[in-house]
């Protein structure tokens, strides 16, 4: 039985957090919940008992076991050292620890195995990230992979309660609070996260430097362009990869097939393929629209849906943390 703190409790991810924490039934021997000052106080229902928001530094005094940080960039990186040298394990959602090279950015089902009692702050990678990297894991390994193109088409969810209001305001004809600078409702903006000074969003960067990093492969070619459309269910990507070994199609989908925490979805004949409305809820990597490239030598094309809420967030930290209890690492 563990002690385990949720920072950023209420928020969209902390909810589903908590949520999961439930329905896997972690074991947990006393929950703390932890938010912004204006929250402190309120009160949420975790297994039918009411448990109240506390602060920041009543959190780390308690010295918990494992810390799930899902409450931005910022708060970790001020809080997150604080309560490793309480001796908790910190799981963070954030990116303000993935590219520190002394930090394990961790999808479990890929590379959990490099995990130390030593690791007091580990990265859980971008949503977008997980989904690809995961599908795509097994599958550098038996061709290796050279070249990847992504195009995502990413949901509202990912920006958070500000962005699923303002598109339900707009579909309502009502004026609001505003996360983009433009009309989310039957529109899409090609850009998700901030511009950096090469012409890319930070989105797109990470896509790049985290992929290169779970896949322990800077040698990987990667380019992206990352899209944020009106939906709820989950991301949605379309990967174009070149390996430097040619592949047999049926082996690629036993491969996918095999790969735990993925599921092939993949028959156009029966106008099968994943699509987010039916990743919702559901923690599964989706993948279909499986074909060779025929423009391009060694190459495939995928399609690539998760729900960014569960796998591509709460549920990889979960799994992140269902780790580290089994095998006695914290």
Known sequence: MAKVAVVGATGLVGTEILHLLEKRNFPIDELILVASPISVGKRILFKGEEIKVISMEDAINKAPQIAIFSAGGSTSLDFAEKFAAVGTTVIDNSSAWRMDPIKKLVIPEVNASELTKEDKIIANPNCS?????????????????????????????????????????????????????????????????????????????????????????????????????????????????????????????????????????????????????NAHKKDEVFVGRIRRDFSCENSLNLWIVSDNLRKGAATNAIQIAEYLNANSLI
């Open 129 to 277: 990230t997980i989904q690809m990297a995961l599908a795509l894991s097994n599958l550098h390994k038996k061709y290796k992979i050279n070249r990847i193109v992504i195009s995502t088409y990413q949901s509202i969810t990912g920006t958070g309660v500000k962005a699923v209001q303002q598109l339900e305001n707009e579909e309502k004809g009502i004026s609001g609070e505003m996360a983009y600078p433009h009309e989310i409702f039957r529109n899409c903006i090609p850009q998700c996260d901030v511009f950096e000074e090469n012409g890319y969003t930070k989105e797109e960067m990470k896509l790049v430097n985290e992929t290169q990093k779970i896949l322990n492969d800077k040698s990987i070619q990667i380019t992206a362009t990352a899209v944020r459309v009106p939906v709820v269910g989950g991301h949605a990507e379309s990967v174009n990869v070149s390996f430097v070994n040619d592949f047999d199609l049926k082996e690629v989908r036993e491969t996918l097939d095999s790969t735990e925490g993925v599921s092939v979805l993949d028959d156009p004949s029966k106008f099968e393929y994943p699509m987010p409305k």
